[in-house]
């Protein structure tokens, strides 16, 4: 990897520039992206949209920020909205550039700009990723804007066989989607389903959109059952029950009911099975093991993960948490060998064990690493844990590779681990040097600790607390976090 290219290959600016501060998504930037004429921030800001600098894709903190930021500046849309209609095409190089710019779009649609609900609603007639189209359906639905969506799609998908092929593939997984799902996630869940609202009134109302979800197998009048196994259903079995029965559907709860049940009597059936070919049963054996913290549980555990670079992922991940869940004398010895190991699965074993237990013993180690290129630009794996241990230690002094993690970092999350460190080590000079950007700060970890450390004496820094706890398109918990610190000027 070339200096100042994050892993997808995309070039970041200097981090002490605009367009560096920016791709990063800190409060500096969008401060300084204020105080610039617009038309010099609309290039900068339509590059971070459509070359996409994140490493983390599954889940973007920065859409906000760039919402905000185009409103302010009052960006015109229409370079955005040609992006998605050049590159919008299935399995392309720029489909991450594609998803994210929708996703921006979305929420600018949800802020009532009419450019925007203009584009979605053209979406819809053109778009190639029906995942979009059910979400910018749900939004629409939100909207009371459904007039001739039925139609619309209907015509769509069924003049053109290709798009029935993609909608069926959507339906299907969606289903599957859905009976994994519990109660809670299926009443909050954005599905493109018939039993789902706002397709179950579309399907009422157009009787050929009813009839291509009819086609794929879930008519929205008569959907299939959903077969779940509950808590109830498990609560009386014994521990050798449990795991003599356990199968894909009825792990969770079975979980559940071992870490309540597990005893030191159950210790041999527990080591046991971690041999069976049934991989729930060895990944529920693991759970009663982390429960149950015996030196044989240790032994069983690192034993299993010394020898796991092949191991099924979620059996490893069950190991892993036993490992975590052990006590320090067991685990802790370990962990300062297994940290300086090159195989990420023992790194992350370690790493937990030092967000747990870590002592000022281990400081020089986590030091050693932290003071590595690799480290500082968040290409090494155990950079993560090295900031959340280092919370532990309250009071411990200036970091100087803190704050250089914090201003450098291409990953948002990180330098939202940076923030809590810095306020956990030296809470004078974070607040001092970097509380106050932090309530722009895209990352949540960034702007809580924003909220909690600033100066309220800061010019500006009220304002932007009122900002927040009015802004009703702010989420529930972000206001809230504003509102709190509002209040302990009362108090």
């Not at 092929?165 to 599957?176: I, N, P």
């Not at 962990?335 to 000022?360: D, I, P």
Request: proline fraction near 4%.
């Amino acid at each position: 990897m070339n200096e100042g290219e994050n892993d997808e290959g995309v070039n970041l600016a200097d981090p002490d520039s605009l367009l560096g501060l920016l791709q990063r998504g800190r409060g500096k930037g969008y401060l300084m992206a204020l105080d610039t004429p617009p038309r010099q921030v609309w290039p900068l800001l339509l590059e971070c949209i459509t070359n996409d600098p994140q490493l983390d894709r599954q889940w973007r903190p920065d859409r906000e920020y760039y919402v905000s930021l185009i409103l302010k500046t009052g960006m015109d849309l229409e370079p955005l909205a040609s992006f998605v209609r050049q590159n919008d095409a299935q399995d392309d190089d720029n489909s991450s550039n594609v998803d994210f710019t929708l996703w921006v779009l979305e929420r600018l649609a949800q802020r009532d700009n009419s450019q925007a609900w203009e584009f979605l609603r053209e979406y819809l007639r053109h778009g190639c990723d029906f995942r979009w189209i059910a979400f910018v359906v749900h939004d629409l639905a939100e909207m009371g804007a459904l007039d001739g969506v039925d139609e619309i799609l209907y015509s769509r998908i069924n003049a053109d066989q290709d798009s029935y092929g993609v909608f069926r593939k959507e339906v299907e997984e969606d289903w599957r989607r859905y009976c994994r799902s519990d109660e809670d996630d299926r009443r909050k869940g954005r599905f493109l389903l018939p039993m789902c609202e706002p397709w179950k009134s579309l399907c009422r109302k157009h009787g050929g959109l009813a009839g291509l979800f009819t086609r794929v197998g879930l008519p929205y009048d008569c959907p299939p059952a959903v077969c779940k196994v509950t808590d109830a259903d498990v609560a009386g079995l014994s521990i050798k029950d449990l795991l003599a029965l356990v199968d894909k559907a009825s792990f969770l709860p079975s979980k559940r009911a071992m870490k309540e049940k597990a005893s030191a009597q159950d210790e041999d059936c527990l080591l046991a099975n971690l041999s069976s070919v049934n991989k729930y049963r060895v990944r529920l054996a693991f759970r009663g093991l982390g429960t149950l913290g015996t030196p044989r549980a240790f032994e069983a555990v690192a034993s299993f993960l010394e020898s796991s670079e092949n191991a099924d992922s979620g059996v490893r991940g069950e190991a892993l948490d036993a490992m975590w869940r052990l006590p320090s004398s067991l685990t802790l010895a370990m962990a300062r060998q297994w940290f300086l190991r090159e195989k990420w699965y023992l790194q992350s074993a370690a790493g937990g064990v030092f967000e747990r237990h870590a002592t000022l013993e281990d400081i020089p180690l986590l030091m050693q690493i932290l003071r590595t290129p690799g480290a500082i630009q968040n290409d090494d794996y155990r950079l993560s844990f090295i900031l959340t241990t280092l919370t532990r230690f309250e009071g411990l002094g200036r970091i100087p590779e803190l704050e250089q993690v914090f201003c450098e970092t291409p990953d948002p999350f990180r330098r939202g681990d940076a923030a809590e460190a810095m306020a956990a080590t030296a809470p004078g000079h974070f607040t001092a040097e970097y509380a106050y950007e932090c309530l722009w700060d895209c990352d949540w970890a960034a702007f809580k600790m924003g909220c909690a450390m600033v100066d309220l004496s800061t010019p500006g820094a009220i304002e932007r607390l009122k900002e927040i706890a009015a802004d009703e398109c702010e989420s529930d918990d972000t206001r809230e976090i504003a509102k709190k610190r509002l209040e302990s000027i009362v108090g």
